[in-house]
Structures are given as structure tokens and as C-alpha cells.
């Protein structure tokens, strides 16, 4: 079955840039109607949708984030990653890639999840 | 965006107790509505999706139901293995929200 798993720095600099990878096992990146997906949770709170791609390479990002979320995809290496600028300790927050999934044009769910990968952002 | 709302935060339930969790939209999102079951330094795991259709290898003891605005999730018989924060989440508009989560433990 797919499975997902995070990988990038867990420490970073006020202001700098944040960048995360997501490895895609037991399936191809480029098949199926799926959104390639990251979401994140600082500690002890809820989940926060940060944006998407599509095997087509479209995305749609939050636009709580937009100006500063980049998400892209490498079929070669059935990866896709998220790169956060200028980020502030308010970026600070388990980072998880998910696949969501299409199914009859309509329903739409994440399912998997990778483990998720803490980042924290200080000096 | 759409708002999810979630009630209540928490709770404490016995063993085989029955636990429903509510969850409410700000707009009309059909029942394009999943619940997920979180424990402790997991990730997230689909429980519903479509706001009552149960995820493959789920047990029975958990449902859901509702539309529109509302929507309720119920755990019929409260097990240790239950322990965990559930969040709601719609997917009727981009972006994707969740709900604040609720917290369940054993009395």
C-alpha cells in the first residue's frame, strides 16, 4: 500500500526558509486522482491545511500562507515538497504530507498520512 | 473560509459508554464532511468520510451522520482503544478546515 514520509531540516532560522520533502512508497505520484498534500499542527492544537498538487502540477495553497508556500512535485523521484519563506516561530509545527484522494467527483478524503515531522523555527 | 465548530472540546466517558461528538459548519456544506481519529504523537487516521460512510477496517462502533450544517459522530460503545482526539473536516470548499478536535479519555 502507499505510504508517505517526511524528510527536511527540523530546525530553522527566523526569516529563512522552510523546506520539507515527501517521499511517495507502494505507488506512483503520477497515477490516480490525487492531490499531493501538506498539512500542519503546532503542538497541542488543530490542523491546518496548508495547500495541494496535482499529478498535473496544479496547485492551490491556503491563502492564509499563499504569499509565502511553494509546493512542487519530482515524478523522477515520486516526491513532492513545500518550501515556507520568511517564517516566524508562529511556523513552528509537525508537518505532515497526506495524499487526498478524488473519488467519483465528489468525495474527497486524506488518506494516507506520513508519520509527520516536527520543524521549529528559532534562532 | 469555512468554519468548522466542534463540541465538546472534551470529554471523560467509561468504558462501553456511548460518546457522540457534534461538529457544525458556518456555511451549508452537504455531507461533504470526513471525521478523523488522532492519538497521541500519530498522525491523523480516516474514521468517515462523506459524513456517515465508514472507512474500510473501522470498527462498527463508530458513525456518523448529518448534513448541511450539522453533524454528529458517535462511538457506540466507548473502548481503551478509543482514546484519542477526533476532528471534523470539510471538503466541500478549498480550503480544507478542520475542526478544533475533541478530546476522549477514560473516566
Known amino acids: 500500500q502507499v505510504q508517505l514520509q517526511e524528510s527536511g531540516p527540523g530546525l530553522v532560522k527566523p526569516s529563512q526558509t522552510l523546506s520539507l520533502t515527501c517521499t511517495v512508497s507502494?505507488?506512483?505520484?503520477?497515477?490516480?486522482?490525487?492531490?499531493w498534500s501538506w498539512i500542519r499542527q503546532p503542538a497541542g492544537k488543530g490542523l491546518e491545511w496548508i495547500g495541494r498538487i496535482y499529478t498535473s502540477g496544479s496547485t492551490n495553497y491556503n491563502p492564509s500562507l499563499k504569499s509565502r508556500v511553494t509546493i512542487s512535485v519530482d515524478t523522477s523521484k515520486n516526491q513532492f515538497s513545500l518550501k515556507l519563506s520568511s517564517v516566524t516561530a508562529a511556523d513552528t509545527a509537525v508537518y505532515y504530507c497526506?495524499?487526498?484522494?478524488?473519488?467519483?467527483?465528489?468525495?474527497?478524503?486524506?488518506?494516507?498520512w506520513g508519520q509527520g515531522t516536527l520543524v521549529t523555527v528559532s534562532s | 473560509d469555512i468554519q468548522m465548530t466542534q463540541s465538546p472540546s472534551s470529554l471523560s466517558a467509561s468504558v462501553g459508554d456511548r460518546v457522540t461528538i457534534t461538529c457544525q459548519a458556518s456555511?451549508?456544506?452537504?455531507?461533504?464532511l470526513n471525521w478523523y481519529q488522532q492519538k497521541p504523537g500519530k498522525a491523523p487516521k480516516l474514521l468517515i468520510y462523506?459524513?456517515?460512510n465508514l472507512e474500510t477496517g473501522v470498527p462498527s462502533r463508530f458513525s456518523g451522520s448529518g448534513s448541511g450544517t450539522d453533524f454528529t459522530f458517535t462511538i457506540s460503545s466507548l473502548q481503551p482503544e478509543d482514546i484519542a482526539t477526533y476532528y471534523c473536516?470539510?471538503?466541500?470548499?478549498?480550503?480544507?478546515?478542520f475542526g478544533p478536535g475533541t478530546k476522549v479519555d477514560i473516566k
Open positions: 456555511q451549508d456544506i452537504s455531507n461533504y
Open positions: 507502494g505507488g506512483s505520484i503520477s497515477s490516480g486522482s490525487y492531490y
Open positions: 462523506d459524513a456517515s
Open positions: 473536516q470539510q471538503y466541500d470548499n478549498l480550503p480544507r478546515t
Open positions: 497526506a495524499r487526498e484522494i478524488r473519488y467519483s467527483s465528489s468525495w474527497y478524503w486524506f488518506d494516507p
